[in-house]
């Protein structure tokens, strides 16, 4: 709230809008009215006509299908839930990984899981996932659900793979230094099961034992390692896998 202005949209307009219905049911009651839409019939109803990138613009079509502008709703706000989309091929395969907020590297290494930025996000953040599948009329919208992270998955393999992140941060990021890009030795997706850290940013740039790679822009693309040396910034990432696994299989059909 700034001032006497309200700075949060609202998904309820009036209380009566709720009837019988939990919030999260209402919710979904809400958004799961447009299943089967395809996004261009979405654009049309909703009079989007300016495309943003392909991540953004399904983040468009499922703010306005629940009739905010974006993840500051206040019911979501006050109830720590963060709205994502997520893309569906023909052969129900994921488009990509889901991104999160970029790290700090030396904050990073510094943190203990059970007070880390990571392990306070994806335990106390509920997840409304907004799901469309690529068909021959386009990406048709499928549904929405809800989601958090099972404390047995936080708990185990998720902690496991962070303290695994941690310890290259920590230890110093070996780089591979290749004609068409900068190879580093944090575990990729394959190697895990839950998330992983790759690059997060607009643009690719390193310094290397003060020698510069890449074109980005130091500080806008860039962050700096506990040992001096410059790389791209990074987030953790949640695998396709495991993202496809979460997804109900009604949303597959």
């Known amino acids: ?42 654009e049309e109803l909703f009079g989007i006509k300016n495309k943003k990138s392909a ?4 983040s468009q079509l499922a703010f306005a299908m629940l009739g905010i502008k974006s993840n500051n709703a206040e019911e979501f706000v006050k109830a720590n839930i963060v709205v994502k989309t997520i893309r569906l091929t023909e052969k129900n395969k994921l488009e990509e990984s889901m991104s999160f907020p970029t790290i700090n590297f030396k904050e990073f290494a510094e943190e203990e899981w059970e007070d880390s930025t990571a392990y306070n996000y994806f335990s106390e953040t509920k997840f409304l996932f907004v799901i469309f599948k690529n068909t021959e009329k386009g990406y048709i919208f499928k549904g929405a659900q809800f989601w958090n992270m099972p404390v047995a998955d936080l708990e185990t393999i998720a902690k496991e793979e962070w303290l695994d992140a941690q310890r290259v941060i920590k230890e110093g990021v070996k780089f591979k230094v290749e004609p068409k890009q900068i190879k580093n030795n944090l575990l990729k997706a394959k190697k895990t099961k839950i998330f992983h850290l790759r690059p997060h940013s607009g643009g690719s740039v390193y310094v290397i034992n003060g020698e510069k790679y890449g074109n980005g822009i130091i500080g806008k693309h860039t962050d700096v390692l506990p040992n001096g040396d410059i790389m791209t910034k990074q987030s953790f990432w949640l695998n396709k896998k495991y993202l496809l696994n979460i997804i109900d299989d009604k949303f597959k059909k």
């Not at 309200?6 to 799961?32: A, G, H, P, W």
Request: glycine share 4%.
């Open 1 to 42: 709230i700034l001032g006497d202005i309200d700075t949060y949209d609202k998904i309820i307009k009036q209380t009566e809008d709720m009837q019988e219905l939990n919030f999260e049911s209402y919710v979904l009651e809400r958004i799961n009215k447009f299943v089967g839409w395809n996004e261009q019939e979405l």
């Open 55 to 58: 991540k953004s613009h399904y």
